[in-house]
């Protein structure tokens, strides 16, 4: 049995977690053979590999990134792209491939399923948490924790110098960082894509926080969410096939207008990439593990097209169908806990 794994889409916490992972289960438990294709898909469309072997793989478990490196190429809007990839398989003589990736990943690797019968299988990678039939991807409690962490040391800054303090999250069309994220770190508001808010309901708690004596506050916003009333997202609308539009912007105008509307000095701040950098957690750790397990498994059961998940705390696999069909936003009965201690 040889296969092939590759890491699409942005970087996140555990992809090497997940390569060490197929590659231990893949040649000990299976003897089989394990190899890398670099650059997301534009290792299978250029043949570019990296040998996987148990030396190569050893320690990878807490180091962040991904050692194939990754890119957001869709074959599908390349000369030949899909083609070149079936040839690749051929070429490097693989029985399936394991393809690690979020959304646009998953769904170029259904459409290579559904269209060029590619053997492919599935693991869900994003630190949005926005894949169906997934409790969890990994990356996300990464991201949850390093939100956490600065908001607790933003609370100090804000405190000292009676401010209200603005922080930009990553979430552009899914809440579940900016919720998990405020909760967790004891956020005054929270701003997500799913829900528009106007901006008198923030001020307004606000100000009551300092009615009462609250002299500083702390609020979350997503990149992608929208103020009641605005037209369009923040951030550039520029569009390239290797990177969607970047959002972004919405934590700087709306720390001004809280400035402006309550008198209380206000400032933003960005974490961006900061949120998928660095090690991951030991959550994340052991679900990518759970994960490159599975997936060797549904490999070697030539079970393809499909895509391990977590539900209930238990892996199984769903059709890639099911995982790609719907973006999973944010659980709004999740919002109305964190609403309770908004103002």
């Known amino acids: ?3 092939g794994i590759l890491t699409g889409g942005g970087d996140c916490p555990g992809l090497n977690a997940v390569i060490r992972a197929v590659v231990r289960h893949g040649m000990k438990e299976h003897n089989g053979e394990v190899v890398g294709f670099l650059e997301g898909w534009r290792g299978p469309m250029q043949n570019m590999v990296m040998p996987l072997t148990l030396k190569s793989t050893d320690g990878l478990i807490q180091r962040g990134g991904t050692i194939l490196r990754t890119s957001r190429i869709d074959p599908f809007t390349l000369d030949r792209g899909p083609e070149l990839i079936v040839e690749s398989m051929k070429k490097n003589n693989l029985d399936g491939l394991i393809v690690v990736g979020g959304q646009e990943t998953c769904s170029v690797a259904l459409r290579m399923y559904q269209e060029h019968k590619l053997n492919v299988v599935c693991i869900p990678k994003t630190i949005d948490n926005d894949l169906s039939a997934t409790d969890f ?18 609370h100090t800054t804000a405190e000292s110098h009676n401010r209200v303090l603005v922080c930009e999250v990553m979430g552009r069309h899914a809440g579940w960082i900016a919720c998990y994220g405020g909760i967790a770190g004891g956020a005054d508001f929270i701003l997500v894509p799913e829900k528009e808010i106007a901006l008198h309901d923030i001020t307004e708690a606000i100000k009551k926080r300092h009615a009462r004596g609250k002299d500083h506050s702390i609020i979350v916003v997503a990149e992608g969410a929208k103020l009641e009333g605005d037209s369009g997202t923040h951030g550039a609308e520029e569009i390239d096939p290797e990177n969607p539009p970047r959002l972004g912007g919405i934590g700087d ?5 809280v400035e402006t509307e309550t008198g209380f000095e206000t400032r933003a701040m960005v974490l961006g990439h900061i949120q998928r950098g660095g090690s991951p957690t030991a959550y994340d750790r ?26 209930h705390n238990q892996i199984v696999d769903v059709s ?3 995982a790609t069909g719907v973006m999973k936003t944010l659980d709004m009965e999740l ?9």
């Open 1 to 3: 049995m040889r296969m």
């Open 286 to 311: 052991v679900l990518a593990t759970r994960f490159g397990v599975a997936a060797v498994d549904l490999v070697t059961e030539k079970k393809f097209g499909r895509m391990v998940a977590l539900q």
């Open 253 to 257: 105008r709306l720390a001004k207008l």
């Open 320 to 322: 890639l169908e099911e």
């Open 137 to 154: 991807t990994f990356g996300f409690d990464t991201a949850v924790n390093i939100v956490s962490d600065a908001l607790d040391r933003l």
């Open 335 to 343: 919002y109305k806990v964190a609403s309770v201690f908004f103002g």
